[in-house]
């Protein structure tokens, strides 16, 4: 748990002091309780994760969210400065694009309102991060809940419904006051900026067009992107389509800005690459935790311009995981990540029903 650091709050003075902080005892996980046959709301799970606990590994206090400021599909939380928590959105009560933020009580997690000016939300909305040392956050988009809450159409992204760009907005004044395009960034969702608080670039995981990109600032202050890292398709059969992208739908950056991690989700790895020098990163670890692509499923594997094999099914206490590696974290120390293997539900029951 967080330590004092004198008169500045609970946390630590810089993220390397954090990393030799105690190991964690609880985990916090937004869950989108959406199509499902319920009418359940979002809610906020709480999750022990101490090994000596009798809890250990349980959800020991879902808290309901009721936005009531006409946003819904939550998704990333973040602790602000200020003691509030906030949490952006995909959309809002009707299921249509708006990536706007909700701001709740640090303490009882009760509604306060919106962060974004009225009538200033994003077409789109997912994740964000903020770097208050240059005044800036930056925010991702996916779609409108209404198009991927029933499951991936192609003809969707021929129909341009799916995002592909960032949003930069003054944080002070919480207002967009830059869009970034980017080329083979579709689906730009999770985004970080390194945790060195005078840094000025980060990274963003393109899920559908498998690539990394990295963020910059400019001399004159504008903010600009470029494609650093991509993932392969494979050409295979008894699938969706006639390749497989592999979908990256987490990133995270370990604390000293030493190593990026992503996870794909349908071709089933979890990576790790050296960021020493975030322009050109180099693949130094890979791990597979299921996914679409393993031996004795009902995909075949015609082309691989990575794998020599197709990787064997992961067996846990003898029970076979279903889906792939999706949401990722990494303990403050780096010697532990956390893995859930469910995207959305409707996309879960599309690719890996074995879930449901």
């Known amino acids: 748990m967080a330590t004092k650091c004198g008169n500045c709050g609970p946390g630590y003075p810089t993220p390397l002091e954090a990393m030799k902080g105690p190991r964690e005892e609880i985990i916090y996980l937004p869950c989108i309780y959406r199509n499902t046959g319920t009418e359940a709301p979002d809610y906020l799970a709480t999750v022990d ?25 939550l998704h990333t939380t973040h602790c602000l400065a200020s003691g509030e928590v906030m949490i952006s959105s995909l959309g809002d009560t009707k299921g249509d694009g708006k990536g706007g933020f909700v701001l709740l009580d640090g303490e009882t997690f009760e509604v306060k309102g919106t962060w974004e000016r009225p009538g200033g939300a994003a077409p789109l909305g997912y994740d964000f991060w903020y770097q208050p040392r240059h005044n800036v956050m930056i925010s991702t988009e996916w779609a409108a809940p209404n198009v991927l809450r029933d499951g991936f159409n192609p003809a969707d992204v021929e129909a341009g419904l799916y995002g592909s760009h960032l949003y930069v907005w003054d944080w002070q004044r919480h207002e967009i006051v830059q869009t970034l395009s980017m080329k083979d960034g579709l689906i730009p969702l999770e985004i970080r900026f390194l945790h060195n608080p005078d840094a000025a670039q980060g990274f963003v995981g393109c899920a559908l067009s498998a690539t990394i ?19 392969p398709p494979k050409k295979v059969k008894g699938w969706l389509l006639p390749e497989m992208p592999g979908l990256i739908t987490d990133i995270l950056l370990s604390l000293d800005d030493r190593f990026l991690y992503f996870s794909n989700w349908l071709h089933g790895d ?34 691989d ?29 780096g010697k532990r990540l956390y893995v859930t293997t469910s995207l959305y539900s409707a996309w879960d029951k599309q690719f890996y029903p074995d879930l449901i």
């Not at 975030?278 to 996914?291: A, S």
């Not at 197709?310 to 949401?327: A, D, I, T, W, Y």
Request: charge should be positive.
């Open 49 to 73: 994760v101490d090994p000596k606990s009798p809890q250990y590994c349980q959800v020991i206090e879902p808290k309901d969210i009721h936005a009531k400021c006409g946003l819904a599909f």
């Open 213 to 231: 990109q990295r963020f910059f600032k400019n001399k004159g202050s504008t903010w600009s992107v470029e494609k650093v890292i991509q993932v």
């Open 270 to 303: 979890l990576r790790q690459y050296d960021i020493s020098d975030p322009q050109r990163p180099r693949l130094t670890g890979q791990l597979f935790l299921g996914g679409s692509i393993v031996k004795g499923g009902p995909v075949q594997v015609l082309e």
């Open 305 to 333: 311009q990575e794998l020599k094999s197709q990787p064997e099914p992961l067996v846990v206490k003898g029970k076979r995981v279903s889906g792939g590696p999706q949401m990722i974290q990494l303990s403050l120390d």
